[in-house]
């Protein structure tokens, strides 16, 4: 009875420890989630709206904060934020296993060695060049722009800016003008970033990749969980052309989007958005105001365009010239070449991008003042072929004012990466990095007859990353990869489906004998449906079965 009672006592008391311990992990995990939380820019704009909010006239007793962002839509957004954070804490936390009769020495040394340390905080927009390498190769990128411009304003004997009574009329030769900078400058400068005082040991399959910076690549496998809903499994828009699927996706997106809840139409949106909602749904999703105020000041500048001659318009003006020589894209050139023209002149991009391609060069200000203005205002100069991201988000509306609020947003969020030197795994760093890691695991017999051909891979695929295909594959093809980019909320989908081509090209590519032959066959993407490379490429071994 003795015995019963004391191992009855033993029971509960063990029980109390474990629920203690459980408690002590939970508490530990929200304050780790916290922490994360408050590193995220999602946080502190939503902190930002709520201040500038409760201090207007009209709130003279309390404010109800839950129902402030529950209107302006920043609790939606924080709900997906929180989601977010905590799979992806979950999934990097996990429970020691049990030991019996650890001492408190041991015991001690066994946890620090069983609980990994949590990650360090998510870095802010301006805060992503972590590694003093990548830091240093973004300042020199910026110093080659800044010195771009300063040649070129000093070549043409003319100011940065000026007055378009002043100007001289175009002279129609695209051949006398001059872009700052070229993406192929870029990719150069790409090649060269390496993390130099990196010690580890070396593991897993050596990289031939062009891209020399250690940085850490998601697996296949990991590229399967994350992008699931591109399963064969699930009807895709776009790909199976049923008329009872269509109407049905448009009757759950138009019914998602009265509700205005972005989690569930970002989900919606993993399948592929029918052209009838994709402009709405793109601008629920991106947080596009498109009100009075922003049509306002869109036609502020849109006047100040027409005004004003900044030194870089005429490269701007040609770049649109040759994205319009595109049949997907000509009928829409007026409207391209006003959004490319007020995108360089528009100071909202240099606080909203979530990295800055550059850093923007400062110009005093006349009349004796001590202050500083940057140019161009949207702190980016744009490189050749920038127009061809402007181009497909023509196809979504025929006012001006929204392509350019959509096509600015998109910009801010995702497009900005593909000019930064930086570390973060959305950079165009990472993204190369990405489909070099997953050509050579995939198709390693391909990858390296390509280098033996000095045709590297990279090469090839790098300004279809960088122009996020547009200019490439046809219109809706590069519609439908844009609606993944949003609806993941991720860039690697680039970086997959530049993969895809190579390996679905692999038989062609691997019969030939020099890098002009590679590019032939490399040449024409016109034939390429995105969804079903991508499906072919991610689940191939469940299409076999």
Known sequence: KASGINAKYMGESGRQRQDVVLTSDMNEKARMLWSLIQSCPEYWQARKQVKEE???PKYTTGVDVQHLLEESGEAAKLRELIWKLYQETASNVSDPPVKDHVSTEQESSYSRQSFPCPPPPLPLASQCNELDSVSTSYHAWSENIKAGIVALARDSSRPLVRLKSASSKDSGDGSKVRFVADSQDLFTMLQKVDNKNYSGESRGLISWGLIRLHLYTPPLAAL????????????????????WFNAERIQIGTRALNRMMIPHLQQFAKRGLPPSIRRDTWTAVLGVSMNAAARSQF???????????????????????TACNNDNYFVFEDVIRLVALVFVRDSWLDSHCASKPQEALLLPVVNGSTQTRQFPPCGFVPLKNFAFLIAPVAFLSEQPHEVYLLFRSLFAKYFCRLFCVSSHPQSIIGLCKLFESLLQTQEPELFYHMIRLDAHPLKFAYPWITQAFAGYVEAEQVLQLWDRIIAFDSLSVLSILAAAIMSFRAPSLLQVSSVA???????????????????NFLFAEQLMT
Request: avoid cysteine; proline fraction near 3%; glycine fraction near 2%.
């Open 224 to 243: 399967r969980k994350q992008y699931m809903e591109l399963k064969p499994d699930y009807r895709q828009v776009g790909v199976d052309k049923v008329a």
């Open 299 to 321: 036609q502020q500048l849109s006047a100040d365009v027409a005004t004003t001659d900044f030194i870089i318009d005429d490269a701007v003006k040609l770049d649109v010239e």
């Open 517 to 535: 032959e590679v590019s032939e066959v490399l040449e024409d993407l016109t034939f390429v449906e995105v969804i079903p490379l991508l499906q």
């Open 54 to 56: 409760i201090v207007k």
